[in-house]
């Protein structure tokens, strides 16, 4: 026998999951409609040399590829890599297809544009709790805008949706890849092995100081001053200021903190977001009761180009919809339009359809179900999923929706 089961990462969502989800969903689309941004939707597949072309990090080693049509055994022989195999892949982010996105249709689109892409993404992850292989990804993003505009825009609403959210104690932890830079050059760190050091100071939340300091000190990379840097939080550090922080670019960070001061913005010279496209302002979203992030982004004037020949400056902001979904708590729905007809077989479907639309034109939710031997069941089951209101329907009943008799499920 086949196996019943999704694949192994992917997950199936009975309806109560599913209108939760999509509660949540529309509130978080509501707010950023609300701060003038405009829904887009591009496929969930893009041309596998896009998504391999250095934009991605290391998410182009988790993206599913797809094969090319018509392979021929000669094809496999041939391949000396299984990538040769894909002209297709599935999409590991929103925001390369957004680049290309607006590559295609920049004549279309307003000087500055404010997008919302709500979709899911693939990514051959290694399951755990917390993480996926198929996952929902809620983006802002603000194309066109070079000054700090767009940062405060984008922390605005997402802190709009937070809080509509009813997410209290979130922070937004901030830095700049210039401050960065500055840390690295700070210990000396040569030119070619930045990267490799980005990476592992960005595992400093999971192996700790000490963990980051002997990798570190695998590579070669001496450390002396890495313990400041990593406990430094403050935003008054101008007042004695470290070699190793970049003045313009903290100034900057100043600035964006005193536009938005409804966020709980903390400056941290250790937040590195593992995407190599970020070319200024970075940020992720902490919440205290979690160990990782519920979402972040960046400034990353450099990838459009890519696409484009011409630079053109973005900034954008994603949430990490299947981390902060658990942790919402909706208000519980009164369903008072919603009704359950318990009908007997042997209700004629005319009297049937006649009932259901003229409740629906109410603007009722309507369900029609057989009536069971175990009524009260029934009824607690029909509850539980949102029902309100139910009523008998017999064989002998009228067309009439008047002539119902609605009793509470509770």
Same mark, same amino acid.
């Given at each position: ?11 199936? *969502? ?5 209108? #939760?989800?999509? +509660? ?10 609300? !701060? ?13 040399? @896009? ?10 080693? =988790? ?9 021929? /055994? ?10 040769? =195999? ?14 290309? *996105?607006?590559? $295609? ?7 500055? &544009? #404010? ?16 993480? &996926? ?28 949706? =937070? ?13 700049? /890849?210039?401050?960065?830079?500055? =840390?690295?050059? !700070? ?31 695998? !590579? ?49 010279? $250790?937040?590195? +977001?593992?995407?190599?496209?970020? $070319? ?6 902490? !919440? ?10 960046? #400034? ?45 077989? @042997? ?16 603007? /009722? ?24 209101? &139910? ?20």
């Amino acid at each position: 026998m086949p196996s019943v089961t999704p694949p192994r990462g992917m997950r199936d *969502f009975l309806p109560t999951e599913k209108t #939760r989800r999509e +509660r949540v969903l529309a509130i978080i689309r509501d707010v950023y409609r609300s !701060h003038g941004f405009d829904e887009i939707e591009t496929p969930v597949v893009e041309d596998s040399a @896009r998504l391999h072309s250095g934009l991605g990090g290391d998410n182009e080693k =988790l993206a599913f590829g797809i094969l090319k049509r018509g392979l021929t /055994r000669d094809d496999l022989a041939a391949a000396s890599e299984a990538l040769e =195999l894909a002209d297709l892949g599935l999409r590991f982010d929103l925001t390369v297809p957004l680049a290309r *996105f607006y590559a $295609t249709h920049r004549a279309a689109l307003p000087p500055v &544009f #404010r997008s919302i892409q709500i979709a899911p993404v693939w990514r051959a992850e290694r399951p755990q709790k917390g993480r &996926f292989r198929q996952f929902v990804q809620c983006d802002i993003d603000i194309i066109g805008e070079a000054g700090p505009l767009a940062e405060v825009e984008l922390i605005t609403a997402t802190t709009a949706a =937070l809080d509509a959210l009813g997410l209290e104690g979130c922070s937004i932890r901030i830095n700049d /890849r210039r401050i960065l830079t500055g =840390l690295l050059t !700070h210990w000396n760190v040569p030119a070619e092995l930045h990267e490799r050091a980005l990476i592992t100071i960005d595992k400093l939340d999971k192996i700790g100081p000490e963990g980051v300091a002997a990798e570190l000190a695998e !590579h070669g990379i001496a450390t002396e001053g890495l313990g400041a840097a990593l406990e430094t939080r403050g935003w008054d550090l101008l007042d004695d200021a470290p070699a190793w922080l970049d003045a313009d670019a903290y100034r900057a960070l100043l600035e964006l903190r005193a536009a938005v001061p409804q966020a709980a913005l903390v400056f941290d010279p $250790t937040l590195v +977001r593992g995407m190599g496209y970020y $070319t200024g302002t970075i940020f992720e979203v902490a !919440h205290p009761a979690l160990g990782y992030s519920l979402g972040g982004g960046g #400034r990353y004037d450099g990838m459009i180009g890519r696409f484009l020949g011409t630079d053109v400056p973005a900034t954008g902001f994603s949430l990490g919809f299947e981390r902060l979904v658990d942790l919402v708590e909706l208000p519980g729905e009164d369903g008072a339009d919603s009704v359950v007809l318990l009908h007997d077989a @042997r209700v004629p479907a005319a009297t049937l359809v006649a009932l259901k639309t003229a409740l629906v034109g109410e603007g /009722r939710r309507v369900r029609l179900e057989r009536r069971p031997k175990n009524t009260k069941a029934a009824l607690e089951r029909l509850a539980a999923e949102g029902f309100s209101l &139910f009523a008998f329907v017999n064989a002998d009943a009228s067309t009439d929706a008047a002539a119902l008799e609605l009793r509470p499920l509770a």
